[in-house]
């Protein structure tokens, strides 16, 4: 039997089945077709493996071929290990089973290395977003100091505290829309980079791009939301008394 995949590249627009291809030492016959399965993902989620090709043991050419039973279970894998030993044991008393492992964990340890990865750039960005929001709310602070006698003289000729909240609001937004721009376009560049560590997940992922603008506008906005109310409690006459 023989992958989809190979099938497409070895007999395009071609039924495969009853052809023959050769698998193994030159000097073994070919092997005929019987049957075409699905692309199955071997050695990891992130990587296929198009071209295969599987063969019963009895027509196999390695002395210690290994055989793999897999069986899907309605509770608690661990459970049913001894009536599987048993059951193997029953038609073969010295036939050695080497380990019994759950799919679950299969899975983990095959993709440990790549989680332990995205946990890593996950610090990191959540690092990055947290110096990120005492950066725009230092920066805001700094501006609402410095601009104080002219929130003032606006709050003397009639702006109001909604107008001053307004206002450093949209200067702070401003700057962190600024700064999500650029970082888009930066992950966007990035993206063919980080397609290693994903599977069936995009580089491009609409979504993804959506939620992350999503919450550091939201994160901009908590920061941004101290130095605006301090700005609209201003009193104009306390302030031009100071200058």
Sequence with gaps: MISESLARSQ????????KRVGVG???????VIVGVIGDIKQSSLATSDPAA???S????WFADEALSF?????GDPSSVASAVKAAIWSVDRNQPIVRVITMRHLVDVSEAERRFVLILFAVFGGV???LAAIGIFGVLS????????EIGVRAALGASRADHLALVLRDGLLLAAAGIAIGLCGAAAASQGLKSLLFAISGLDPLTYLGVALLLTAVAAVAC?????RASRVDPSITLRAE
Aim: glycine share 4%.
């Design 11 to 18: 007999f395009p627009h071609q039924d495969p089945i009853g």
């Design 25 to 31: 030492p030159p000097n073994r016959p070919p092997y």
């Design 57 to 60: 043991t009895r027509q196999t």
């Design 53 to 55: 090709v599987y063969l």
């Design 142 to 149: 700094g501006s609402v100091n410095e601009r104080t006698r």
């Design 70 to 74: 897999v069986i899907r279970t309605s």
């Design 128 to 130: 990055a977003l947290v």
């Design 225 to 229: 939301a101290t130095p605006a109310w």
